[in-house]
């Protein structure tokens, strides 16, 4: 019985290795993935925060450039309006003058008549 109490002892030896073994051998599996997983993961967040930054810079300017858009809308409607007011105030100065003229005119022709 001796003899079947040590290879019993050395079956259980064994197995225990061979659990270690195949143990070590699913961590190498298992671990490398994760490694690897892990190492895009990171890059992925960097890549993700550079794009969020440039996607924020792109968001501010075209804000700005939107701002910068309605305000010439304003100015151009603004000009608009002046030039509306200067072209009425234009004619009604061309009349004036006309008139004017006219008056000159006719007192020439009156004057020379006399």
Request: glycine letters at 8%.
């Amino acid at each position: 019985m001796g003899d079947s109490y040590k290879s019993l002892d050395q079956y259980k030896r064994s197995i225990g290795e061979y659990r270690n073994g195949l143990k070590q051998m699913q961590q190498n599996i298992t671990g490398k993935p994760f490694d690897e997983l892990k190492a895009l993961q990171a890059r992925m967040r960097g890549l993700y925060a550079v794009m969020r930054e440039q996607s924020d810079t792109v968001l501010n300017d075209n804000y700005t450039l939107q701002r910068d858009i309605d305000q010439l809308h304003r100015d151009k409607h603004s000009l608009n309006q002046q030039l509306g007011f200067y072209e009425r105030r234009l004619e009604g100065l061309e009349k004036t003058i006309g008139a004017a003229a006219k008056l000159d005119e006719s007192s020439l022709i009156e004057s020379d008549e006399e």
